[in-house]
């Protein structure tokens, strides 16, 4: 369990991370969202003890981390943004240099790790000739070397291709089967397909927290329809229909017929309304479907006018 009770953080001037309360049960995997410079990273490096805040504290497993580095480190593993490996190393080199880092890795913990990220066939490389795909896998062994209960993971990710990414998430999966896992990412897909829960920060600050359908049901405050229909005048016809707030006509449609948006409020089911009156008035629907509100528009209604050059990917990868 990892529990951020009032956490700061300043740089200078740049406040990093603003009085943010947070508590991650055990097993849970969490998706960790926010503009670039919303505070992911530094929360993360607080977290795993590697930067200390200016006020609040951070329990791990109940153990504050400012207190006890060594008992919340070992139950921690880390894969830091932008995954620092050395380079000239080969990987057997590497993980035999992190093993000598963590005392409590125990026998065995190299091969165990090897085999659950999929790296035998690296296993004498040197890191420099490694695929970006690879170094990931290299980078989650040594994160999961002393089997520790927690999994920390920055932008893990980040730089991969389409495939590359795919399978790191399903690697992830994997490993953070029976693990509590905080993962950051710009890629919402990614939270879709692997997390269980959402956080979004902005600015420093908590502005949600909540698995992903209660995040997009609340986002939900209206529900948007669009019909295209033959017939006459139906735009007057759909405004009369209970729940209706709105009705937009748009240009475009094929001669004779009229494509709209119908917003109604948020519990209002349209589409069997629609049909109804679509066969009272003898028009013909040639197209019905309900606009889903998604994580891209949930994500940017809740930090719009944040760092522009905050890039959100929805993840068409997959
Ligand atoms: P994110 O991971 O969400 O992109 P960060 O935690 O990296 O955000 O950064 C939050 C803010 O703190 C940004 O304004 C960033 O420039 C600043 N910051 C982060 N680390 C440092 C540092 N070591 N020195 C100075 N400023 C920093």
Same mark, same amino acid.
């Given at each position: #369990?990892?529990?951020?009770?009032?956490?700061?953080?300043?740089?200078?001037?740049?406040?990093?991370?603003?009085?943010?309360?947070?508590?991650?049960?055990?097993?849970?995997?969490?998706?960790?969202?926010?503009?670039?410079?919303?505070?992911?990273?530094?929360?993360?490096?607080?977290?795993?003890?590697?930067?200390?805040?200016?006020?609040?504290?951070?329990?791990?497993?109940?153990?504050?981390?400012?207190?006890?580095?060594?008992?919340?480190?070992?139950?921690?593993?880390?894969?830091?943004?932008?995954?620092?490996?050395?380079?000239? #190393?080969?990987?057997?080199?590497?993980?035999?240099?992190?093993?000598?880092?963590?005392?409590?890795?125990?026998?065995?913990?190299?091969?165990?790790?090897?085999?659950?990220?999929?790296?035998?066939?690296?296993?004498?490389?040197?890191?420099?000739?490694?695929?970006?795909?690879?170094?990931?896998?290299?980078?989650?062994?040594?994160?999961?070397?002393?089997?520790?209960?927690?999994?920390?993971?920055?932008?893990?990710?980040?730089?991969?291709?389409?495939?590359?990414?795919?399978?790191?998430?399903?690697?992830?999966?994997?490993?953070?089967?029976?693990?509590?896992?905080?993962?950051?990412?710009?890629?919402?897909?990614?939270?879709?397909?692997?997390?269980?829960?959402?956080?979004?920060?902005?600015?420093?600050?908590?502005?949600?927290?909540?698995?992903?359908?209660?995040?997009?049901?609340?986002?939900?405050?209206?529900?948007?329809?669009?019909?295209?229909?033959?017939?006459?005048?139906?735009?007057?016809?759909?405004?009369?229909?209970?729940?209706?707030?709105?009705?937009?006509?748009?240009?475009?449609?094929?001669?004779?017929?009229?494509?709209?948006?119908?917003?109604?409020?948020?519990?209002?089911?349209?589409?069997?309304?629609?049909?109804?009156?679509?066969?009272?008035?003898?028009?013909?629907?040639?197209?019905?479907?309900?606009?889903?509100?998604?994580?891209?528009?949930?994500?940017?209604?809740?930090?719009?006018?944040?760092?522009?050059?905050?890039?959100?990917?929805?993840?068409?990868?997959?």
């Amino acid at each position: #369990m990892i529990e951020l009770q009032n956490v700061k953080k300043s740089f200078g001037d740049t406040l990093a991370v603003s009085d943010l309360s947070l508590m991650i049960g055990e097993g849970q995997v969490v998706g960790f969202l926010g503009p670039n410079g919303a505070g992911k990273s530094t929360t993360m490096r607080m977290i795993t003890g590697f930067l200390a805040p200016d006020a609040g504290q951070i329990l791990v497993n109940g153990e504050s981390v400012l207190e006890n580095p060594r008992a919340t480190k070992s139950l921690i593993g880390y894969l830091p943004e932008n995954n620092p490996l050395y380079e000239e #190393m080969l990987v057997r080199d590497y993980l035999r240099f992190t093993e000598q880092l963590r005392p409590g890795a125990g026998t065995g913990a190299i091969e165990r790790a090897v085999a659950q990220t999929g790296i035998e066939t690296v296993y004498y490389r040197p890191i420099s000739e490694l695929s970006k795909g690879f170094r990931q896998r290299v980078g989650l062994a040594q994160a999961i070397l002393h089997q520790p209960d927690i999994l920390i993971l920055d932008e893990p990710t980040e730089g991969l291709d389409p495939n590359q990414r795919v399978e790191i998430r399903s690697l992830i999966k994997e490993i953070g089967r029976k693990r509590t896992v905080v993962l950051s990412t710009h890629v919402l897909q990614e939270v879709r397909s692997t997390c269980d829960r959402v956080i979004i920060i902005d600015k420093g600050r908590l502005v949600a927290d909540a698995d992903i359908e209660t995040l997009m049901s609340q986002a939900q405050g209206a529900k948007h329809v669009v019909v295209e229909v033959q017939g006459s005048k139906p735009d007057r016809a759909i405004q009369g229909l209970p729940g209706v707030l709105s009705v937009e006509s748009h240009s475009g449609a094929a001669r004779g017929r009229h494509r709209l948006t119908v917003t109604a409020e948020g519990d209002a089911e349209l589409r069997p309304l629609l049909f109804e009156l679509a066969k009272e008035h003898d028009w013909t629907i040639w197209e019905l479907f309900q606009e889903e509100v998604s994580l891209e528009d949930v994500f940017r209604h809740l930090t719009v006018g944040t760092e522009r050059d905050t890039e959100v990917t929805g993840g068409a990868d997959d």
